[in-house]
């Protein structure tokens, strides 16, 4: 079984809680799971959309990154390592270019079409995406842009994903700093 390494800068590590408590906006996640990494701008039904609450204990999880960061960003650093199997939560935004979504217009189940063509979609929202998936659309960022932001690798973790990380013991944090360092 191959690991991917996730990283978390909080002073409590891989600590669980709601997503509202974690964001200053309550991140709304789409129940969709991209698969091709170059479809954009697609149309889902609302009932796809899920806005999880605070006393909704199974959205319970944390924000993350995927293998990097180059983001400042305050608190302490943890490191983990997730079944590279995995699916995982990502930001509801393409490789291709800046804020292009992969999801950006809901339809109504009962309703065929709604009229207009504008994008309707609230914009701070999450897709599932397979780790593969999701270090190749990072790799795909890339070779296009010098910097990094933060949005191409972060990801939330349910508390299950959580429960499944595989802490690295002192010695191998010592080794992982050294080889990041050269």
């Known amino acids: 079984m191959q690991f991917v390494k996730m990283i978390r800068f909080h002073q409590n590590g891989f600590i669980c809680g709601s997503p509202a408590r974690h964001k200053e906006n309550n991140p709304v996640f789409i129940n969709r799971v991209v698969h091709n990494l170059f479809l954009t701008s697609q149309t889902i039904y609302t009932t796809e ?43 509801n935004i393409s490789h291709v270019g800046d804020g292009i979504p992969y999801y ?12 207009g063509d504008g994008e309707n979609m609230i914009t701070d929202t999450w897709v599932q995406m397979s780790v593969e998936d999701a270090l190749e ?28 990380l595989i802490y690295p013991s002192s010695n191998e944090k010592v080794m992982e700093f050294w080889l990041s360092k050269n």
């Not at 305050?74 to 983990?80: D, E, K, V």
């Open 137 to 164: 659309r990072t790799r795909l960022w890339k070779e296009k842009s010098v910097d990094l932001p933060g949005w191409v690798t972060e990801c939330y973790l349910t508390e299950l994903q959580v429960k499944r």
């Open 104 to 115: 950006n217009r809901s339809l109504h189940p009962l309703v065929e079409d709604e009229s």
């Open 49 to 91: 959309i899920i806005f999880p609450n605070e006393e909704d204990r199974d959205w319970d999880g944390c924000f993350c990154y995927l293998e990097e960061n180059t983001m400042q960003t305050s608190g302490t650093r943890t490191i983990g390592f997730l079944p590279r199997e995995s699916t995982i939560w990502v930001r």
